[in-house]
Protein backbone atom coordinates (compact mmCIF):
# COMPACT_ATOMS: atom_id res chain seq x y z
CA UNK A 1 0.00 0.00 0.00
CA UNK A 2 1.53 3.40 -1.06
CA UNK A 3 1.74 5.90 1.72
CA UNK A 4 1.72 9.87 0.89
CA UNK A 5 2.98 10.91 4.35
CA UNK A 6 6.47 10.79 5.92
CA UNK A 7 6.89 8.20 8.73
CA UNK A 8 10.07 9.16 11.33
CA UNK A 9 11.26 7.45 14.20
CA UNK A 10 13.92 8.36 17.06
CA UNK A 11 15.47 5.39 18.57
CA UNK A 12 18.33 4.97 21.17
CA UNK A 13 19.08 3.90 25.52
CA UNK A 14 17.13 5.60 27.67
CA UNK A 15 17.96 9.03 28.41
CA UNK A 16 19.03 9.81 25.26
CA UNK A 17 16.80 12.22 24.41
CA UNK A 18 14.68 10.92 22.22
CA UNK A 19 11.15 12.64 23.49
CA UNK A 20 12.82 16.29 23.76
CA UNK A 21 13.71 15.56 20.22
CA UNK A 22 10.69 14.09 18.68
CA UNK A 23 8.77 16.88 20.65
CA UNK A 24 10.94 19.72 18.89
CA UNK A 25 10.81 18.31 15.80
CA UNK A 26 7.08 18.60 15.89
CA UNK A 27 6.98 22.07 17.02
CA UNK A 28 9.29 22.73 13.59
CA UNK A 29 6.80 20.94 11.49
CA UNK A 30 3.50 22.02 12.74
CA UNK A 31 5.17 25.73 12.60
CA UNK A 32 5.91 24.98 9.06
CA UNK A 33 2.37 24.00 8.17
CA UNK A 34 2.53 20.31 8.37
CA UNK A 35 -0.13 17.89 10.22
CA UNK A 36 2.19 16.18 12.76
CA UNK A 37 0.98 12.85 14.35
CA UNK A 38 3.40 12.59 17.92
CA UNK A 39 3.26 8.67 19.03
CA UNK A 40 5.37 6.16 20.57
CA UNK A 41 6.05 2.56 21.44
CA UNK A 42 4.81 0.64 23.51
CA UNK A 43 2.05 3.06 24.22
CA UNK A 44 0.75 5.01 21.30
CA UNK A 45 -2.95 3.67 21.28
CA UNK A 46 -5.28 3.32 24.27
CA UNK A 47 -4.75 -0.58 23.91
CA UNK A 48 -1.02 0.29 23.57
CA UNK A 49 -0.91 2.07 27.05
CA UNK A 50 -2.30 -1.10 28.40
CA UNK A 51 -0.08 -3.51 26.42
CA UNK A 52 3.02 -0.80 27.80
CA UNK A 53 1.74 -1.24 31.51
CA UNK A 54 2.08 -5.19 31.45
CA UNK A 55 5.09 -5.25 29.22
CA UNK A 56 7.13 -2.80 31.34
CA UNK A 57 5.28 -2.60 35.01
CA UNK A 58 3.57 -5.56 35.60
CA UNK A 59 4.35 -9.29 36.45
CA UNK A 60 7.45 -10.59 35.33
CA UNK A 61 7.24 -12.04 31.44
CA UNK A 62 9.86 -14.48 29.96
CA UNK A 63 11.26 -12.94 27.02
CA UNK A 64 9.44 -14.71 24.20
CA UNK A 65 5.99 -13.20 25.91
CA UNK A 66 7.74 -10.09 26.10
CA UNK A 67 8.60 -9.71 22.57
CA UNK A 68 5.11 -11.16 21.21
CA UNK A 69 3.71 -8.20 23.47
CA UNK A 70 5.80 -5.68 22.07
CA UNK A 71 4.56 -6.89 18.52
CA UNK A 72 1.28 -6.89 19.44
CA UNK A 73 1.57 -3.59 20.03
CA UNK A 74 2.92 -2.49 16.95
CA UNK A 75 0.64 -4.35 14.94
CA UNK A 76 -2.16 -2.11 16.55
CA UNK A 77 -0.51 1.08 16.32
CA UNK A 78 0.22 0.78 12.86
CA UNK A 79 -2.81 -0.37 11.52
CA UNK A 80 -4.80 2.00 14.10
CA UNK A 81 -2.63 5.22 13.55
CA UNK A 82 0.26 5.37 11.57
CA UNK A 83 -0.93 4.06 8.35
CA UNK A 84 -4.04 6.19 8.64
CA UNK A 85 -1.76 9.21 8.92
CA UNK A 86 0.39 8.34 6.42
CA UNK A 87 -2.02 7.83 4.08
CA UNK A 88 -3.69 10.98 4.79
CA UNK A 89 -0.11 12.97 4.26
CA UNK A 90 0.57 13.35 7.72
CA UNK A 91 4.35 13.40 9.55
CA UNK A 92 4.12 10.43 11.78
CA UNK A 93 6.90 10.80 14.42
CA UNK A 94 7.60 8.23 16.70
CA UNK A 95 9.12 7.53 19.71
CA UNK A 96 10.63 4.13 19.20
CA UNK A 97 9.24 1.37 16.48
CA UNK A 98 10.63 -2.16 15.42
CA UNK A 99 14.24 -1.54 15.55
CA UNK A 100 13.94 -1.26 19.33
CA UNK A 101 12.57 -4.68 19.63
CA UNK A 102 15.31 -6.34 17.35
CA UNK A 103 18.29 -4.59 19.67
CA UNK A 104 16.28 -5.16 23.01
CA UNK A 105 14.61 -8.74 22.48
CA UNK A 106 16.54 -9.60 19.53
CA UNK A 107 20.23 -8.53 20.70
CA UNK A 108 19.58 -7.82 24.68
CA UNK A 109 17.31 -10.92 25.44
CA UNK A 110 19.66 -13.08 23.42
CA UNK A 111 16.30 -14.11 20.99
CA UNK A 112 18.02 -13.60 17.61
CA UNK A 113 17.80 -10.31 15.61
CA UNK A 114 16.60 -11.64 12.72
CA UNK A 115 13.30 -13.95 14.16
CA UNK A 116 12.20 -10.43 15.85
CA UNK A 117 12.70 -8.21 12.72
CA UNK A 118 10.59 -11.13 11.00
CA UNK A 119 8.23 -10.38 13.74
CA UNK A 120 7.79 -7.03 13.43
CA UNK A 121 7.99 -7.19 9.68
CA UNK A 122 4.94 -9.58 9.55
CA UNK A 123 2.91 -7.39 12.66
CA UNK A 124 3.40 -3.89 10.33
CA UNK A 125 3.17 -5.39 6.37
CA UNK A 126 6.42 -4.21 6.20
CA UNK A 127 6.53 -0.68 7.10
CA UNK A 128 9.69 0.89 8.19
CA UNK A 129 10.44 4.63 8.51
CA UNK A 130 11.95 6.57 6.19
CA UNK A 131 14.02 8.10 8.23
CA UNK A 132 15.02 6.45 11.82
CA UNK A 133 17.45 8.70 14.00
CA UNK A 134 19.95 7.21 16.75
CA UNK A 135 20.53 8.94 19.42
CA UNK A 136 23.42 7.74 20.73
CA UNK A 137 24.46 7.41 24.37
CA UNK A 138 26.62 5.26 26.97
CA UNK A 139 24.22 3.58 28.41
CA UNK A 140 25.77 4.06 31.92
CA UNK A 141 25.73 7.80 31.25
CA UNK A 142 21.65 7.94 30.06
CA UNK A 143 20.51 5.66 33.25
CA UNK A 144 22.40 8.63 34.86
CA UNK A 145 19.29 10.61 33.48
CA UNK A 146 16.58 8.88 34.18
CA UNK A 147 14.16 9.68 37.41
CA UNK A 148 11.64 7.59 39.22
CA UNK A 149 11.45 3.90 39.79
CA UNK A 150 13.21 1.91 36.60
CA UNK A 151 10.80 0.01 34.66
CA UNK A 152 11.94 -3.69 33.40
CA UNK A 153 14.10 -2.33 30.64
CA UNK A 154 15.64 0.03 32.31
CA UNK A 155 16.69 -2.60 35.42
CA UNK A 156 18.14 -5.19 33.08
CA UNK A 157 21.77 -4.32 33.76
CA UNK A 158 25.46 -2.97 32.22
CA UNK A 159 25.75 -5.90 29.97
CA UNK A 160 22.04 -5.94 28.47
CA UNK A 161 22.16 -2.48 27.57
CA UNK A 162 25.58 -2.53 26.60
CA UNK A 163 24.46 -5.65 23.56
CA UNK A 164 20.79 -2.71 22.84
CA UNK A 165 23.36 -0.11 22.22
CA UNK A 166 25.87 -2.33 19.92
CA UNK A 167 22.87 -3.75 18.09
CA UNK A 168 21.32 0.10 17.06
CA UNK A 169 25.21 0.87 15.98
CA UNK A 170 25.23 -2.45 13.99
CA UNK A 171 21.69 -1.56 12.37
CA UNK A 172 22.37 2.06 11.28
CA UNK A 173 25.43 0.87 9.86
CA UNK A 174 23.77 -1.86 7.74
CA UNK A 175 21.52 1.10 6.49
CA UNK A 176 22.79 4.04 6.36
CA UNK A 177 20.00 5.73 4.00
CA UNK A 178 17.53 5.04 6.42
CA UNK A 179 19.36 6.20 9.74
CA UNK A 180 21.06 9.23 11.37
CA UNK A 181 23.44 8.77 13.64
CA UNK A 182 23.85 11.28 16.47
CA UNK A 183 25.76 12.05 19.55
CA UNK A 184 23.55 12.36 22.42
CA UNK A 185 25.56 14.21 24.05
CA UNK A 186 25.67 16.99 21.65
CA UNK A 187 23.16 20.38 23.14
CA UNK A 188 19.67 19.74 22.17
CA UNK A 189 19.59 22.57 19.48
CA UNK A 190 22.54 21.05 17.47
CA UNK A 191 20.77 17.66 17.48
CA UNK A 192 17.29 19.30 16.51
CA UNK A 193 19.03 21.32 13.61
CA UNK A 194 20.27 17.78 12.26
CA UNK A 195 17.53 16.11 12.26
CA UNK A 196 15.76 19.18 10.46
CA UNK A 197 18.44 18.58 8.04
CA UNK A 198 16.88 15.18 7.17
CA UNK A 199 13.65 15.75 7.52
CA UNK A 200 13.58 19.11 5.02
CA UNK A 201 16.08 17.02 2.49
CA UNK A 202 13.00 14.02 2.85
CA UNK A 203 9.96 16.30 2.24
CA UNK A 204 11.59 18.02 -0.60
CA UNK A 205 12.06 14.47 -2.29
CA UNK A 206 8.82 13.80 -1.67
CA UNK A 207 7.24 16.50 -2.90
CA UNK A 208 8.87 16.97 -6.11
Do not use: N
Not at 26 to 47: C, F, K, N, Q, Y
Not at 134 to 159: I, M
Not at 164 to 175: E, G, S, V, Y
Amino acid sequence: MTTTGLFVSLEGGDGAGKSTQAAMLRDWLEEAGREVVLTREPGGTELGRLLRDAVLHGDHVDPRTEALLYATDRAHHVASLVRPALERGAVVVTDRYLDSSVAYQGSGRDLGADEVEALSMWATQGLLPALTVLLDLDPVVGRSRLTGDLDRLESAGDEFHARTRQAFLDRAAADEDRWLVLDATAPADQLAAAIRGRVAGLLTGASA
